[in-house]
């Protein structure tokens, strides 16, 4: 498979760590939207959160329960902070493996994701 996102977990493309565990994976995005910007990432290869829902329905709930840690540890829990996830073509998926974007550190606006 010739997926980013699993060469990362595979550790043959490096990366910075925030967090892991037995499902997932977090990683500082390398192009960050915000101060804090990280990326967590099943281990388990799933196209997007639609094919992971059906698979796996719990997985999702552990995921979000790692945003929520990724946001402690990062320090955006108090003041708040967004998870995002893409779909598809029309929802601007660029990587084809489900990933949640958790972003902080900074006032969001309704327009960033």
């Known amino acids: 498979m010739d997926c980013l996102f699993c060469k990362i977990?595979?550790?043959?493309?490096?990366?910075t760590i925030v967090y892991e565990d037995a499902d997932c994976i977090a990683i500082r995005d390398i192009n960050p939207q915000a101060p804090t910007h990280v990326l967590v990432i099943p281990r388990a290869h799933y196209a997007n959160l639609t094919e992971a829902a059906t698979a796996d329905p719990a997985l999702?709930?552990?995921l979000m329960r790692a945003c929520t840690e990724v946001a402690k540890r990062e320090g955006v829990s108090e003041d708040g902070y967004r998870v995002v996830t893409n779909i598809g073509v029309n929802g601007a998926q660029s990587v084809q493996h489900l990933h949640l974007h958790?972003?902080?550190?900074?006032?969001l606006t309704e327009r960033m994701a």
Do not use: D, Y
């Open 9 to 15: 977990i595979a550790g043959e493309i490096p990366s």
């Open 60 to 62: 999702v709930g552990r």
């Open 102 to 107: 958790v972003l902080g550190g900074v006032k």
